[in-house]
């Protein structure tokens, strides 16, 4: 966390200012040993984040040792406004029931965290997923700082492209004094290990980045300038910081966006990391399955669209399998589907989203999903193959081979 103040002499710097943000430790996440280094490099760079559309709830505790006065509760509530001024397609809003998604605490002198990114899913129910150690209602940029950890961004000075040098036993001992009393096993984790490549996006370090710490002149050993000098962020969010999140969490805004056709497969043209958004209008009430197709990595959401209540999700990353729900929908509503993509196979057809739907069920009671495979059923002498759906309606298995024969239809 940071201080609203900017300092150049080691001896003015605050006790907010030499207060850290310490995250929570969380085992590393475990891929299967044949999984292409590649594939795991493209998934951690943006597991932990959401997609765009996503509505996140926000519970203040307000009895006991995590309570925290008015003050605090509305320094946090402009911290989240900084985040939505810049203009991003996730929306934060203040709930009074404990199964929000983000559960704020202020238990003082436990120090200022926050778990990252969509890890807070996994945190008990009634478990902070976030605290505020000191009172920030002069210092925002804590709140603001452990927000941006929430939406999945790292510390930006563990970023490997910093050429950040440390004066080892000096940080240790720094750290390990008052106001923070860490131990060397939290120094470590927070300040001098450095983040995976697979975890940081782009090529440069931003020493003003609000997800940056200061330090006092003499723990950093290169750059040089900061033997000398107190590296101070400049307060508030940086430019960079601005154009990170709006790449990670472009606006939905009013613009078309393409209709997911029943039984049509919808080509995902983006890259790695990058987002795409689809309209569905049902043309009557049924059960559907809505599922990628191709070798790829993705974790997608439905929403309800003029609410955009979650409906149904699913992430198929460093799975040999594919995203798929299977869903309830009215044709009297619309829906919103917001997908991630990770990874995806370049030597392989190009990932598609299909949507069919399901026999029979009703609101209650899921129809039987007919056995699916897809086919290149047009050969593969075009520059785009057609790839077409071959379904069996009694539920059995049919191969590709099987198409239009024996009662395994082509869609």
Request: aromatic share 10%.
């Amino acid at each position: 966390a940071r201080s609203v103040h900017n300092h150049s002499l080691v001896d003015t710097m605050s006790d907010i200012q030499k207060c850290r943000c310490c995250l929570p430790e969380v085992p590393d996440r475990i891929f299967k040993d044949d999984l292409e280094p590649h594939r795991v490099r493209a998934i951690l760079n943006v597991d932990k984040k959401w997609v765009s559309g996503t509505v996140l709830r926000y519970y203040f505790f307000s009895g006991g040792s995590w309570g925290g006065s008015e003050a605090q509760k509305q320094a946090m509530r402009k911290a989240f406004k900084v985040w939505e001024d810049v203009g991003i397609g996730l929306r934060f809003l203040e709930v009074t029931t404990i199964d929000a998604e983000i559960r704020i605490g202020f238990e003082q002198g436990a120090g200022s965290w926050s778990y990252m990114g969509r890890d807070i899913l996994s945190i008990p129910k009634g478990e902070r997923t976030m605290n505020i150690g000191w009172d920030i209602t002069n210092d925002i940029d804590t709140g603001v700082h452990e927000i941006g950890h929430t939406m999945g961004f790292p510390h930006e000075h563990q970023n490997p492209n910093a050429g950040m040098i440390w004066d080892v036993e000096a940080v240790y001992a720094d750290l390990g004094g008052p106001p923070n009393n860490w131990s060397r096993e939290q120094t470590y984790h927070n300040i001098i290990r450095k983040l995976d490549q697979n975890e940081v996006q782009g090529s440069t370090w931003d020493p003003n980045s609000i997800m940056h710490y200061p330090f006092r002149a003499g723990l950093i050993l290169q750059p040089e300038y900061y033997q000398t000098f107190d590296l101070n962020p400049t307060p508030g969010l940086s430019q960079a910081d601005k154009d990170w999140v709006r790449w990670f969490y472009p606006p939905l805004g009013d613009k078309q966006k393409p209709q997911l056709q029943l039984d049509v497969a919808s080509e995902l043209d983006i890259q790695e990391g990058e987002t795409a958004s689809f309209d569905i209008k049902p043309d009557k009430y049924a059960w559907y399955n809505i599922r990628t197709v191709g070798h790829s990595d993705t974790y997608f959401v439905l929403f309800q669209k003029s609410s955009m209540q979650k409906i149904a999700s699913d992430d198929d990353s460093g799975e040999d399998k594919n995203a798929s729900v299977s869903v309830w929908l009215e044709s009297s509503k619309e829906y919103s589907l917001e997908l991630r993509l990770f990874w995806f196979d370049k030597s392989s057809s190009t990932t598609r989203l299909v949507m069919t739907e399901e026999t029979g069920g009703s609101p209650s009671l899921p129809g039987l999903l007919w056995s699916t495979r897809l086919c290149n059923t047009k050969g593969r002498s075009t520059s785009s193959p057609v790839i077409e759906e071959v379904v069996s309606k009694d539920g059995g298995m049919c191969s590709c081979g099987d198409a239009g024969t024996g009662g395994c239809e082509i869609m």
